[in-house]
């Protein structure tokens, strides 16, 4: 469980400041990157992408995606679609 909590949080925090340039806080973080884990690994799966990585940092990195993949699509369908590039 402390695993998932650190990969989350990395990934979270990670998807956060490439997407919209700041923290939703660590419980949110945290909760966006395991989701994103999830999503990251169906991904991953489904269009057999392969990494270079391996171990933890390929955990990481796959949690990443989803976690940005999830963000990105939440930010989309949000009425305000506010990206931190668009200010």
Do not use: K, N
């Not at 806080?25 to 057999?48: E, P, Y």
């Amino acid at each position: 469980m402390i695993v998932w909590l650190v990969v989350g949080l990395a990934a979270g925090v990670l998807a956060s400041a490439f997407v919209s340039y700041r923290s939703y806080g660590l419980f949110a973080d945290a909760v966006v990157g395991m989701l994103g884990a999830i999503i990251g690994s169906w991904l991953v799966g489904a269009f057999r992408i392969q990494t270079p990585l391996d171990g933890w940092p390929r955990t990481i990195l796959v949690a990443f995606i989803g976690a940005a993949t999830l963000l990105t699509v939440l930010r989309l369908s949000s009425p305000r679609r506010r990206f931190a590039w668009s200010r």
